[in-house]
């Protein structure tokens, strides 16, 4: 069973779920294109210039 | 160092979930005999111009090839690195309707 996800507006974290787990009131969307995951955001180039601080998938960009 | 992987065009997801998470595991295994073990993928990216592709962000590209040996979808780690100055603008897409604003 392949798996959905869906992208937070606000943050950019991708999640299975319907509402963001860090932004509970924010409706996630399947309107995402490309993604990031950091394993080690303390180590990882690509997550400074992306600003990314807390392991995850995250969408690269999301439609708002 | 950032190196490209091979996949199969349209699994570059599943492929990047399924690495991470058997970095994940070793970094785990690794812990418990040495309290400073680093995982060894740092991040994979993936932009949505790119298919059938995908950057890995790594200190051992050997520990990478052996971590994705099983994995269906993985077709290898194509030899060289790129910049990330030769990536970052996949960070940040211009607007769809840049320049198309005026007047
Ligand atoms: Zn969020």
């Given amino acids: 069973m392949k798996k959905q996800y869906l992208a937070c507006k606000i943050c950019k974290r991708l999640t299975t779920d319907q509402f963001c787990p860090v932004h509970g009131d924010e409706k996630t969307t399947e309107e995402w294109f490309g993604f990031v995951i950091v394993n080690d955001p303390e180590g990882s180039v690509i ?3 992306a600003g990314i601080t807390e392991p995850g998938m995250y969408a690269i960009k999301v439609r708002s | 160092v950032i190196v490209i992987a091979k996949c199969t065009i349209g699994k570059e997801l599943d492929t990047a979930v399924d690495l991470s998470a058997k970095a994940e ?3 785990k295994e690794r812990l418990i005999s040495n309290k400073n073990a680093r995982n060894e993928i740092l991040s994979i990216m993936s932009p949505y111009e790119i298919k059938g592709y995908i950057f890995i962000e790594t200190m051992h590209v050997d520990r990478v090839e052996y971590l994705a040996r099983t994995l269906r979808n993985f ?16 960070l940040t897409p211009k607007p769809a309707v840049s320049g198309l604003s005026l007047g």
């Avoid at chain 2, 077709?75 to 996949?90: A, C, L, P, W």
């Fill in chain 2, 25 to 27: 595991t070793d970094l």
């Fill in chain 2, 75 to 90: 077709k290898g780690i194509i030899s060289g690195t790129v910049s990330m100055d030769e990536i970052e603008h996949y």
């Fill in chain 1, 47 to 49: 997550a400074k210039r």
